[in-house]
């Protein structure tokens, strides 16, 4: 019913990759942030198409590391972003994996 409707847009960000696991409306700003491996999208809810990417890569050391621990270094040597919080009107609390190295930061939204 839906694929009937027009009113589905596809969305290919991140090839061969299904990790988007975190999602937060900020309905204020009218967005819905979504953590991904490497990544946290920004989309525009107005205009869904409009979206903006930040890339958070796991370091090359910490990548190295979790290799040598005998990890998989395409599926499991990354910075999976687990946790998106409003922390006040202008940043987002964020947290990534870190290739089992947690790592949290705080992002500007303005």
Request: glycine fraction near 6%; proline fraction near 2%.
């Amino acid at each position: 019913e839906m694929l009937e409707s027009n009113n589905i847009i596809h969305f290919n960000g991140l090839a061969n990759s299904s990790s988007y696991h975190t999602f937060l409306l900020d309905e204020e700003r009218s967005r819905l942030y979504v953590g991904a491996k490497d990544h946290i999208f920004s989309f525009n809810l107005v205009n869904i198409k409009e979206y903006q990417k930040i890339v958070w890569p796991v370091s090359h050391s910490r990548r190295d590391e979790c290799k040598w621990a005998g990890k998989d270094i395409l599926r499991e040597c990354a910075n999976f972003i687990k946790v998106l919080k409003a922390y006040n009107q202008t940043h987002l609390y964020a947290c990534g994996t870190g290739a089992f190295h947690p790592v949290c930061t705080y992002i500007e939204v303005g």
